[in-house]
Every structure is written in C-alpha cells, then in structure tokens.
Nanobody
Framework: QVQLVESGGGLVQAGGSLRLSCAASGLTFGSYVMGWFRQDPEKERAFVAAIGSGSRIYYADSAKGRFTISRDNAKNTVYLQMNSLKPEDTAVYYC????????????????WGQGTQVTVSE
C-alpha cells in the first residue's frame, strides 16, 4: 500500500531553518503531484506548497519567499526547505500525494503521511 513518511521536524528558534523530507513507497512517484500541508490545533489543515510531476510549483502566500519545495524522483522523496521560520509556522506538517494538481492544491489529495511536528520558539 501507499506509504508517505515525513521526517525532519523539530524545535527551532525564530529565524532558523529546517528541511522536511517525505519518503514515498507503494506508488509510481514520478507520476504524482506532491504537496505539503500544515495544521495547528486551533486551525484547519492548510495548503503550504506543491510540486507537480513536471515540476510545476505553487506556494501558499504564507510560504512564498521563505519555503522551497523540491523533489528527487530517483529517491522517491519530496522536500520542504523552510527558512526564516516564525512562531506562526508552528504546526504539524503533512506530506500528501495525488495524480491531480487541482486535488493537491485544494487540500484533497488521495494519500497523506503521518505528519511531523515543527515548533518555532520566540
């Protein structure tokens, strides 16, 4: 079955950086749009960034200029480089996959990872 496993979360100070990774298995990775989402307990799950099978990229406004999404199809892995982190970036970050660009960018992907916690202190 499809498995998406995130890693790289942790505790950082404001202004710091983290790189999240999502290793995928059980799917033809190069055929999927991959996305990152985040969820604070006080808010609904929100789109962060997506990268298509042809490497089209789209970012939420909150991520533009600070976060970079990339993928390595040979490693079946998608990454989210997060720089200039702010306390409001604190959330559980989820990796997701779908054949459809629209489904990913509208928070309706077929597959989700388990999430990794990112905490940004003042």
């Amino acid at each position: 079955q499809v498995q998406l496993v995130e890693s790289g979360g942790g505790l950082v100070q404001a202004g710091g950086s983290l790189r999240l990774s999502c290793a995928a298995s059980g799917l033809t990775f190069g055929s999927y749009v991959m996305g990152w989402f985040r969820q604070d307990p006080e808010k609904e799950r929100a789109f962060v960034a997506a990268i298509g099978s042809g490497s089209r990229i789209y970012y939420a406004d909150s991520a533009k200029g600070r976060f970079t999404i990339s993928r390595d199809n040979a490693k079946n892995t998608v990454y989210l480089q997060m720089n200039s982190l702010k306390p409001e970036d604190t959330a559980v970050y989820y990796c997701a996959a779908d054949f459809s660009w629209v489904d990913v960018t509208t928070t309706r992907p077929d597959y989700w990872g388990q999430g990794t916690q990112v905490t940004v202190s003042e």
